[in-house]
Every structure is written in structure tokens, then in C-alpha cells.
């Protein structure tokens, strides 16, 4: 059974404890490799096993299905960035515990749904608080940048303050490459961090700094994730 609706048209084909999740699952998969105008709901439900009708249980439309996914990529990296911008850490310590879990989480997911940011229907309304949270989270490592800049005493050029954001979500572009084929190997969490502190004119050791990074998340990552699943039950 589905634990809502009608029972499955098959038994259990997608990951995931719930209907929900597999239903999150499945049109990971199918929006970013055959694309959101290409996939309907019914073809989601097919890749579950599940009726049409039950996917409706959990979804009222396909939107809706986007929506939770792209929730999904922002949500921890803005509750874990609001936690790293309160702590009495260096901001130099901030900046890189900030890239380097943000771009490990977009590494590691199943999916690249970084890549359907770029999706024009994320124009309309129904996407404003996704949109929303984006530029909060954007916002809060342009001003995480700021503070490591007057921490390093460096130049400022106009839009340096974004460039570590922007550097993280290189992830993005770079899982698409590698699967269309691309072997060249890409930096990792770690490298993308110390690129990002680089750019703000961080000339020194990073070591030190990711021990003390790792440190502020494990006392951050684990408070976030508690509340996100206390949300969503």
C-alpha cells in the first residue's frame, strides 16, 4: 500500500521510506534527465508503481512535485548558513564551512537539480518563496564574504562578495558535464571551499581552517537537520 490511495499498481521500485519520497525520487530522476516539460505525471507514477490517481494523495500537480524538490536543494545550505553567520567563528572559518558544505551536499545528492534552477517556469509566482529562499541564502554569503574580506584587509572589486556563491554552484555545471560524458575529474568540496576563501584574498594555509570549519558544522549541521525533520513530519 501506498498509505494513501488506491494500493500499488507494482511492488517497491524507488528509494525512499515513503510514497512521498519515491515519488521525489523518481521525478529527480526523469525532470533532469528527460526534462520537466517531458515528463508528466502519469510517466512519475509509472516509474513509482504506483495510480495515477495516488500520486495526486501526495502531489496536486507536477509544480507541486518542482517545488518540493527545489525546496529541497536550499533549504539546509539557508538553515546552515544562518546558524554559521550567528556563531562567534572567524569569518574566514564561516566562508569555507559555508562552501564546503554547501558544495558537498550538491556533490553527493542522487540528482543534479541544480540544474533545473535555470527552468523558465521558475519565473512564475508559484516559485517565489523557492526564488525567495535562493537569494537569502545568496545574500547570506555575500555578507559572510564581506566580513572575510575586512577580516584579510583585501581589495574590494565590485561583485567579489559573490564570487564564493558562485563558485559553489560550479557544482552544478560540472556534474552536467561529467554526465555527458566528460571524464576530466572536478574539484571537490574541500578544493571548492579553499577556491572560495582564494578569491576573497586568502593567501595563507587552509588546513587549520577546515579543522576548525568541521568543528563549527558538526556543532551546526546536526541541529538543522533535526528541525528540518521535525518540519516536515
Same mark, same amino acid.
Given at each position: %500500500?501506498?498509505?494513501?490511495?488506491?494500493?500499488?499498481?507494482?511492488?517497491?521500485?524507488?528509494?525512499?521510506?515513503?510514497?512521498? =519520497?519515491?515519488?521525489?525520487?523518481?521525478?529527480?530522476?526523469?525532470?533532469?534527465?528527460?526534462?520537466?516539460?517531458?515528463?508528466?505525471?502519469?510517466?512519475?507514477?509509472? *516509474?513509482?508503481?504506483?495510480?495515477? +490517481?495516488?500520486? !495526486?494523495?501526495?502531489?496536486?500537480?507536477?509544480?507541486?512535485?518542482?517545488?518540493?524538490?527545489? #525546496?529541497?536543494?536550499?533549504?539546509?545550505?539557508?538553515?546552515?548558513?544562518?546558524?554559521?553567520?550567528?556563531?562567534?567563528?572567524? @569569518?574566514?572559518?564561516? %566562508?569555507? *564551512?559555508?562552501? !564546503?558544505?554547501?558544495?558537498?551536499?550538491?556533490?553527493?545528492?542522487?540528482?543534479?537539480?541544480?540544474?533545473? !534552477?535555470?527552468? @523558465?517556469?521558475?519565473? #512564475? =509566482?508559484?516559485?517565489?518563496?523557492?526564488?525567495?529562499?535562493?537569494?537569502?541564502? %545568496?545574500?547570506?554569503?555575500? +555578507?559572510?564574504?564581506?566580513?572575510?574580506?575586512?577580516?584579510?584587509?583585501?581589495?574590494?572589486?565590485?561583485?567579489?562578495?559573490?564570487?564564493?556563491?558562485?563558485?559553489?554552484?560550479?557544482?552544478?555545471?560540472?556534474?552536467?558535464?561529467?554526465?555527458?560524458?566528460?571524464?576530466?575529474?572536478?574539484?571537490?568540496? +574541500?578544493?571548492?571551499?579553499?577556491?572560495?576563501?582564494?578569491?576573497?584574498?586568502?593567501?595563507?594555509?587552509?588546513?587549520?581552517?577546515?579543522?576548525?570549519?568541521?568543528?563549527?558544522?558538526?556543532?551546526?549541521?546536526?541541529?538543522?537537520?533535526?528541525?528540518? +525533520?521535525?518540519?516536515?513530519?
Amino acid at each position: %500500500m501506498t498509505g494513501a490511495g488506491r494500493p500499488r499498481l507494482s511492488t517497491k521500485k524507488r528509494p525512499g521510506d515513503t510514497a512521498r =519520497e519515491e515519488i521525489l525520487d523518481a521525478a529527480a530522476e526523469l525532470f533532469t534527465t528527460r526534462g520537466f516539460t517531458n515528463t508528466s505525471t502519469r510517466v512519475i507514477a509509472e *516509474a513509482v508503481g504506483l495510480r495515477q +490517481a495516488s500520486l !495526486y494523495h501526495h502531489f496536486a500537480t507536477k509544480d507541486d512535485i518542482l517545488d518540493a524538490l527545489l #525546496s529541497g536543494t536550499v533549504d539546509a545550505p539557508l538553515a546552515v548558513a544562518q546558524r554559521i553567520r550567528d556563531s562567534q567563528a572567524e @569569518p574566514a572559518t564561516q %566562508m569555507y *564551512a559555508l562552501a !564546503y558544505f554547501d558544495s558537498g551536499q550538491l556533490g553527493a545528492s542522487t540528482w543534479n537539480l541544480g540544474a533545473l !534552477y535555470l527552468l @523558465p517556469e521558475l519565473r #512564475s =509566482e508559484r516559485f517565489e518563496t523557492f526564488c525567495d529562499h535562493r537569494y537569502t541564502l %545568496m545574500g547570506l554569503y555575500a +555578507a559572510i564574504a564581506s566580513d572575510t574580506l575586512d577580516q584579510l584587509d583585501a581589495e574590494r572589486r565590485p561583485g567579489t562578495e559573490d564570487l564564493p556563491f558562485r563558485l559553489v554552484e560550479t557544482v552544478v555545471n560540472a556534474r552536467a558535464d561529467r554526465e555527458n560524458g566528460r571524464s576530466d575529474p572536478t574539484a571537490d568540496a +574541500a578544493g571548492i571551499a579553499a577556491a572560495a576563501l582564494r578569491v576573497l584574498g586568502w593567501t595563507g594555509d587552509v588546513t587549520a581552517l577546515h579543522e576548525s570549519a568541521e568543528a563549527l558544522l558538526e556543532s551546526v549541521v546536526g541541529i538543522v537537520e533535526d528541525g528540518l +525533520a521535525l518540519h516536515r513530519s
